[in-house]
């Protein structure tokens, strides 16, 4: 468990009902993460995979970057792998966007989701295409709780 976590918990029993909001604010800073995991698998014939949609990047390389190994990299289209099976990175500032358009456009081998419940989407207006040709896409997170009132 996470130190913010520990804490919440830790004074979350002492708040009463008069305290609703208060209740609801913990509820959402548990969740409150600055990234979300995404998995890939890896061709061992390629050096390259394409984990992001170029129009997606070019809309919000500002806003976000890729956190693997411990460091983080711009955000780009396309990631040099090495020799593993599986990747699995983070996208940190993401959680504030405002168009998810062509986000994972032909990443055919993105494989798994398990964070993405967590982008704040009230301010996303366009999510075409988010997922068009991701053929090896197996899991995904439960989006239903998404606030899609913005999306044209």
């Known amino acids: 468990m996470e130190e913010k976590e520990k804490?919440?918990?830790?004074?979350?029993?002492?708040?009463?009902?008069?305290?609703?909001?208060?209740?609801?604010?913990?509820?959402?800073?548990?969740?409150?993460?600055?990234?979300?995991?995404?998995?890939?698998?890896?061709?061992?014939?390629?050096?390259?995979?394409?984990?992001?949609?170029?129009?997606?990047?070019?809309?919000?390389?500002?806003?976000?970057?890729?956190?693997?190994?411990?460091?983080?990299?711009?955000?780009?289209?396309?990631?040099?792998?090495?020799?593993k099976n599986q990747l699995e990175k983070e996208l940190n500032g993401i959680l504030n966007i405002t168009s998810m358009y062509l986000m994972f456009y032909y990443c055919s081998n993105l494989i798994s989701l398990p964070d993405i419940y967590l982008i704040n989407t009230r301010n996303v207006t366009n999510m075409i295409c988010m997922f068009y040709k991701c053929s090896s896409l197996s899991s995904l997170s439960d989006i239903s709780k998404w606030d899609n009132e913005n999306i044209l």
């Open 7 to 83: 804490i919440i918990e830790e004074y979350k029993d002492q708040i009463n009902h008069e305290n609703y909001e208060m209740v609801q604010l913990f509820e959402q800073i548990k969740k409150d993460k600055n990234s979300i995991k995404i998995k890939y698998h890896n061709d061992k014939n390629v050096k390259a995979i394409q984990i992001f949609g170029v129009n997606f990047v070019n809309n919000i390389k500002d806003k976000c970057k890729i956190k693997y190994n411990n460091k983080e990299y711009n955000l780009t289209n396309k990631f040099y792998v090495e020799n």
